[in-house]
């Protein structure tokens, strides 16, 4: 299992959200890294599947940032789609579209036809969790990734907003979370 230091699609794509994102941009950055990392090691990527986990990963929580909100994924979405357009990369879009909005689906996410969603899904949790969650992968892996793309604040900051969106919206439940 490698650990790839340079990712040159994910770099070219995040560093246009580098002045947006601020002072969070490390820790973001890793956390992509590390999902990335996490994904392509459950499961063998060829190299289109490789992309759409890169190109998933970059947008899946970008719209925290550009609309400034914890009601991330019809931004992070839209983001996705755009990308994807300007690539031509559209007929990606129903795939990456469910790799987005389904990343923090509770439970598993069965489809066949799109079976790198769920791979998404148990690679963001797996970081999200700290290495809590492992799917298989064996923890002195988690454990080398983790140290090579530390957390740079990351999931502080996600705890702060998360914070803020329950105080503002006590009744609502956290808007990606799905069952």
């Given at each position: 299992m490698i650990i790839k230091k340079q990712i040159p699609l994910l770099d070219g794509i995040l560093e246009k959200y580098q002045g947006i994102i601020g002072?969070?941009?490390?820790?973001?950055?890793?956390?992509?890294?590390?999902?990335?990392?996490?994904?392509?090691?459950?499961?063998?990527?060829?190299?289109?599947?490789?992309?759409?986990?890169?190109?998933?990963?970059?947008?899946?929580?970008?719209?925290?940032?550009?609309?400034?909100?914890?009601?991330?994924?019809s931004p992070s979405i839209s983001q996705a789609m755009k990308y994807l357009k300007?690539?031509?990369?559209?007929?990606?879009?129903?795939?990456?579209?469910?790799?987005?909005?389904?990343?923090?689906?509770?439970s598993e996410y069965n489809n066949k036809k799109y079976a790198l969603v769920e791979i998404f899904r148990q690679g963001d949790l797996i970081d999200f969790s700290y290495g809590f969650f492992k799917f298989g992968i064996p923890?002195?892996?988690?454990?080398?990734v983790k140290a090579t793309f530390n957390n740079a604040g990351f999931h502080k900051n996600i705890g702060k907003r998360?914070?803020?969106?329950?105080?503002?919206?006590?009744?609502?439940?956290?808007?990606m979370m799905k069952l």
């Open positions: 002072d969070e941009y490390l820790g973001y950055k890793n956390h992509v890294y590390r999902m990335v990392h996490f994904c392509q090691t459950l499961k063998k990527c060829n190299e289109d599947e490789s992309k759409k986990i890169i190109i998933a990963g970059a947008f899946h929580d970008i719209g925290i940032w550009t609309d400034n909100t914890f009601d991330y994924l300007k690539n031509n990369l559209e007929y990606w879009s129903d795939e990456i579209r469910l790799m987005i909005s389904e990343h923090h689906k509770i923890k002195s892996y988690i454990k080398s998360a914070v803020k969106w329950f105080i503002k919206n006590p009744l609502k439940p956290a808007p």
